[in-house]
């Protein structure tokens, strides 16, 4: 089953403004990840948040997580025309050994 | 030095073949995974194999046989190939079992079913 759910599906922004991705979720997880898919290619993991952390940053990366509201968001700051890829968020659920991955949001950076 | 390789890229196939699709990781982890990617880009699990042992199957038809022969090598053979099985499988590895490691993603097999 599907677990995260990603908002918005779709995103456009200029270069050098920022985006911030969604994700729901609806069991209890151990952690959260976040990957990139650029066209054509395979994911990329960009970072781990756990589930008994609320924030978490790398580079232009910042990553939130509230396990109350079962959500994290993802903000790419300064972005630029080679962010343009699909985010996805993956959960590792309590118990289940394996990440189940949202649907994906689709962000196009135009330069 | 690619860290997860996928063989082959692109398969084009007819409905009732039989297939394979390699992969193989050097970076000595000790679990691999198969998803599988719809055309909605939807990622799924399909199998998960720790120290050459099965440890998730994801309720995939049998005509889908993974095997392990190592630890760096994980292939999956189809048999039987229908038109829904059209989609991009990705090979994956990480160092512990389940997720709780990032995971390694190869570049996929695009798989066209006619």
């Known amino acids: 089953s599907q677990q995260g759910e990603e908002d918005p599906q779709a995103l456009s922004i200029q270069e050098g403004e920022n985006a911030t991705m969604n994700c729901s979720y609806k069991?209890?997880?151990?952690?959260l990840q976040w990957y990139r898919q650029n066209s054509g290619r395979g994911l990329v993991h960009l970072i781990l948040i756990r589930s008994n952390e609320r924030e978490k940053h790398s580079g232009r990366l910042r990553v939130t997580l509230d396990t109350s509201k079962k959500s994290s968001s993802l903000l790419i700051t300064a972005s630029r025309a080679a962010d343009t890829a699909s985010y996805f968020c993956a959960t590792s659920d309590t118990g289940r050994r394996a990440l189940t991955f949202g649907s994906g949001t689709r962000l196009q950076v135009q330069p | 030095d690619t860290a997860v390789s996928q063989t082959p890229k692109y398969l084009v196939t007819q409905m009732g073949n039989d297939k394979s699709i390699k992969c193989e990781q050097n970076l000595g982890h000790d679990t691999m995974y198969w998803y599988k990617q719809d055309s909605k880009k939807f990622l799924k699990i399909m199998f998960s194999y720790n120290n050459k042992e099965l440890i998730i199957n994801e309720t995939v038809p049998n005509r889908f046989s993974p095997k392990s022969p190592d630890k760096a090598h994980l292939n999956l053979h189809i048999n039987s190939l229908e038109l829904g099985d059209s989609a991009v499988y990705f090979c994956a590895s990480s160092q512990g079992a389940g997720g709780q490691d990032e995971q390694f993603f190869g570049p996929g097999t695009r798989l066209t079913v006619l």
């Open positions: 069991t209890s997880i151990n952690n």
